[in-house]
Every structure is written in C-alpha cells, then in structure tokens.
C-alpha cells in the first residue's frame, strides 16, 4: 500500500512540477532567440530622441525632421523633448529626469527607430536613471537605436539587451544638414544612408581598413560581431553593468582629439580592466592626436606604439585602422551585435558587417 501511495505522489509532484518546467523552457527559449530590429515600412515612423546636448538651434530639429519626412517615413519628436532652459548648466535638452522618461517613452512607444539628434554629454544618465529604478529590457520588438559619440552609453545598454543597434551620424548633423548646422563634425556623412539602411535596400556593409597589426591569424576568415563606440564613453562604463566585453567581439574605438600620453593611459586602461581579453580584432576609426589633428600618420605611428608596448605579447590579433569613423568628416555606418566577418590581406583589411542580422 505504502509503494503504491509512493508512486501517487511522484506522478502527482510531475504532473504539477511540468507546467513549470515547461514554462522555464518557453523562457529560455525566448532568450536564446535572437532579437533584432525589422526594416521599415514607407510611413513608419521614426522617433527623433534628444537624450543628450540640446539642439544646436531651432533651425537644427526642423531640418532634422524634414529630412526623415522626405526619406518616406513618419517623423515624431516627443512633445516638451527640449527644454534647455531647466536642464543642468544650460546644455542638455531637457533635466536628467525628463530625459530618462522620455527615453522610456520612446522603448515603449510607436516608432520602430530611436535616432538621436545630439551626442555630447547625457546619457549616462538615463543609464543610470535606468538602474536604479531596475527598468527591464522591454518585452516587445527591438527598436533600432542611431548615434554616435555620448549615444554609445545607449550602445552598450542595448547590448545588454542583447539588441543590435547602428552606431553611426546622428539626425542632427550630416551631409544633408550641413547647409544649416555649418558643423565640420560628420559633414561628409550622409544621412541618407541611413535611411537605406533602414528601409533594407543596403542589409550588409563592407569596410576596407588600414591594417597596423596582422595578429598572429594571417589571412584567415574571423567571424565575430562589432561592438564599442566613443573611447571616453566606454572607459567611463568599466565597473558598471554596462561595461563593454570584448571577447568575442571586434572591439572598435573612436574618440575626438586627445593628448598622445592621455591617449596612452586611457587604452592602458581597457587592457587592464579585460576590455580587451578574448577580442577577435580591435577597430580604431576616428582618432586624431592634439596638436596633430590633420595628421594620420601620428596617428597609426601612435597605435602601433601600444601595440607594441602595451598589447603584444599578451594579445596577438589584429589590429586595424580608418579614419572614417566617429567626429571626423566622415561617419559610416558600423552596426553593433551584428554577424561580421574580417579579412586581413597584407596592408589592407575588409570587414563585412550585416545590418540587422543578430550575433547574440
């Protein structure tokens, strides 16, 4: 009686416990799927967020605006997005707060893109903001977040989420806008570009680099993903739940004009808090030394220096360099935690990235 009360109750515990497990197993499954952003529809609306400095005018956001509504789709700025007279020191678009709601506003809302209008200085505060009030990563489709420079706090945020993302001109500067904004930053970058990008007439990128390092992999395929940003804005994540993880990863860095030495000691810092541990590539785009500004050569004669100080012989992979990256003229388009694939042939390097198509 006792063995057949036994065998009751194990059937009875599995028939309970199942459901859970079968629960665990939707939950697990749902995390392993890969999440990505879809291409955009004509009329499909495109948020213009300002989660960072305030427009550089008036003239800036309607132009911003304009161009998105040309290019087919439905351009919205949330209403009170700018309100530079109540932020801090006259600078932001709006005070900490209202900038970590409307960011929040723009996760759960309508539009199926978030370009920022302006980098600068900002968004580690809504990172933080987000951290503290525990905000989760949103259960619905993932947005397609644009920007460059301060945006790259947002990059790494969405990396957690494991959401690719563009790093790349911001809406409020660009080839197309350079008649109104008269900004030398990012005024060969074309915005329109994007907007292909979006619509899925361009799924995949290549890009040709100067190689400083071969690494130690000759001329072999190397399969990975692209993931960093803006140097200062990645230092500055060391120790967060946001810190960038290299392995795995082609490791891309960009920054304004710096000190050679400061220079020096802030990639020092990568590499000794593991940024670098585990890395396919590093990618340096934009990079100019003060006081050098206009000069490439000070700088590849500069990264070949740390590599050969500072990186080798603990991390024998390549490293590669363009210009065309970040605050320079030029801004192209570099996806994050999407399929890449790198080619190192002798001088030069191609890496082909997808738009859209998930690494995580």
């Not at 749902?30 to 952003?37: F, G, I, K, M």
């Not at 739940?241 to 795995?248: D, F, I, K, S, V």
């Not at 396919?280 to 934009?286: D, N, Q, R």
């Amino acid at each position: 009686m006792i063995k057949y009360f036994s065998v009751f109750l194990i059937s009875l515990t599995t028939i309970l416990i199942s459901p859970v497990l079968a629960m665990d197993d939707r939950e697990e499954l749902a995390h392993s799927v890969p999440l990505t952003w879809r291409f955009l529809e004509e009329g499909e609306m495109v948020e213009i967020i300002a989660p960072a400095a305030a427009p550089m005018s008036d003239a800036q956001a309607v132009v911003a605006r304009e161009f998105v509504g040309v290019r087919g789709f439905k351009a919205y700025i949330a209403e009170g997005a700018f309100n530079k007279e109540e932020a801090p020191y006259g600078y932001y678009a709006n005070t900490h707060k209202a900038r970590a709601e409307l960011f929040i506003r723009a996760l759960q809302g309508e539009a199926l893109v978030l370009w920022a209008i302006r980098g600068g200085f900002g968004c580690q505060e809504i990172v933080d903001s987000l951290e503290e009030t525990s905000f989760e990563r949103p259960s619905l489709p993932p947005k397609a977040l644009i920007g460059f420079s301060d945006v790259t706090a947002l990059h790494l945020l969405f990396a957690t989420w494991r959401w690719p993302s563009l790093h790349g001109p911001v809406v409020g500067l660009g080839k197309e806008l350079f008649p109104v904004t008269k900004s030398g930053v990012n005024k060969e970058a074309s915005l329109t570009v994007v907007t292909e990008i979006l619509k899925g007439n361009i799924r995949e990128l290549s890009h040709t680099f100067e190689v400083i390092h071969p690494g130690e992999g000759g001329s072999e395929l190397i399969e990975g993903s692209v993931l960093g940003g803006n140097l200062s804005i990645v230092e500055s994540h060391n120790g967060t739940r946001t810190a960038l993880c290299g392995a795995g990863k082609f490791i891309f860095l960009e920054d304004t004009a710096e000190d050679p030495k400061r220079l020096n000691r802030r990639l020092l810092a990568l590499r000794r808090a593991g940024v670098f541990k585990g890395a396919k590539a590093i990618v340096f785009g934009h990079m100019p030394l003060t006081g050098h500004e206009e000069s490439i050569e000070m700088t590849k004669d500069f990264v070949r220096g740390f590599v050969r100080e500072f990186l080798l012989p603990r991390l024998n992979i390549p490293v590669i360099y363009s210009p065309r990256f970040g605050h320079g003229a030029h801004n192209d388009i570099m996806p994050f935690g999407t399929k890449a694939w790198l080619t190192v042939d002798g001088p030069t390097a191609m890496l082909r990235v997808t738009v859209n198509e998930s690494a995580y």
